[in-house]
Every structure is written in structure tokens, then in C-alpha cells.
């Protein structure tokens, strides 16, 4: 399914059932076509979610979305976030506005709106239906899926700049699963966890 132009004001309606802050998951359309990568990781202290990718016109833009505001323990219904999108498509960008407003249930109500006269579409608002999808975690960060923590003691969260859920105090190699915006995902504290890259050396 594509995205379908609107002559008002443009909605995306996320549906988010049973994730939680320590769960990757990638919130999709029926079709695939649009992704956004951990967005529930804006409630846990996140304000930027890079490797956003969508359709407008037939054309694949990809790209990512910054938060002028987020929350750092979660959100709860009625929580409005406000930032913005850029997206390239070669040459080609596109940029706006994004609000998103959670529900009960883990819902989200996305609003997004092309303000870029650069972009070369002929619709400025959109809306697409997406839900969240768990992924397998993968080493994908680094050839061996392996970096170095050298220097410790260096702290292990639960969520990007969350709850500290141990420390790694010798130099240590560590399994990656993963990133969002310079957080590895580790597995060194025997449950998933991030490290900031300041920590590791790969």
C-alpha cells in the first residue's frame, strides 16, 4: 500500500501494541514502504530516529526525524511530541513538521506536514497506517559484530541515556545488536542494554 495524499491536514496512525523501551522494533506499513526505526525510543530521552524511510509519488525518500522535545521515563496517553522530518530522495529533499501525540494502548497520532517548497511533490500532507514490528537481533554494527570497551568504568542502560542497568569496569570486547543514534546495543550485562560509542572502540 502507498502513501495516499490528503487534502487536509495529514495523519500517520501508529499503532504501538505491547512494546516497550527495551524492545527494538520498527514501526512499518502494511506494504513496507514507509519505516521508522524505534520510535517509541522519543519517550526514553531519544530526539532524534535516523534510517526513516517512506513513499511520496511513487519516489523512496529516506532520511530522519528530530524532536525539540522529548520525555526520559516514558510516555503516557495524551504526551505530544513536536519536531520535524528531512528526507532525501537523491538530489530531492523534503521537510516539515511532525507532531505525535500517544494514546491509550500504546497508540500514536502522528501528524506530518510538507513545508519544503524544495520538495518535489504535489501534495504537502499525507497518511499512512503503520505498527510496530520486533526485530531479531543481529550483529550488524560492526564486521564482527564485536567492539571494545576501553575505558572503563563505562555504564550499560536500559534506553538510550536511561537507567543505568550495570557497568562495565575492565576492558572488555562486547557483542553489538544494533544502533540508534550512537547507543549500541549490548547483551554484556547478561539482558539487552545500550553503551554510547564514546565508550567503545570497534
Not at 519516489?59 to 520525555?71: E, M, P, T
Request: aromatic share 10%; net charge neutral; with cysteine.
Amino acid at each position: 500500500m502507498q502513501l495516499k495524499p490528503l487534502t487536509v491536514l495529514a495523519t500517520i496512525s501508529l499503532v504501538l501494541t505491547s512494546v516497550s523501551s527495551s524492545v527494538a522494533a520498527t514501526w512499518r506499513s502494511q506494504s513496507s514502504q514507509t519505516l521508522i526505526p524505534q520510535l517509541d525510543t522519543i519517550c526514553w530521552g531519544n530526539d532524534t530516529i535516523d534510517s526513516v524511510q517512506t513513499i511520496f509519488e511513487n519516489r523512496l525518500y529516506k532520511g530522519y526525524l528530530a524532536f525539540d522535545y522529548v520525555k526520559t521515563k516514558g510516555c503516557v496517553p495524551g504526551d505530544n511530541l513536536v519536531g520535524n522530518f528531512t528526507l532525501y530522495n537523491g538530489d530531492n529533499r523534503c521537510s516539515g513538521a511532525i507532531n505525535v501525540t500517544w494514546r491509550r494502548g500504546n497508540n500514536a497520532y502522528v501528524q506530518w506536514e510538507i513545508d519544503d517548497p524544495r520538495c518535489p511533490v504535489n501534495t504537502q500532507y499525507w497518511e499512512i497506517n503503520t505498527y510496530p514490528v520486533v526485530e531479531k537481533d543481529t550483529p550488524v554494527t560492526s564486521p564482527a559484530g564485536t567492539a571494545t570497551v576501553f575505558a572503563p568504568p563505562s555504564n550499560v542502560r536500559a534506553t538510550p541515556n536511561g537507567e543505568i542497568i550495570c557497568s562495565v569496569r575492565s576492558v572488555t570486547n562486547i557483542n553489538l545488536y544494533g544502533s540508534v543514534n550512537g547507543w549500541y546495543k549490548t547483551d554484556v550485562c547478561g539482558s539487552m542494554g545500550y553503551i554510547h560509542n564514546s565508550q567503545i572502540n570497534f
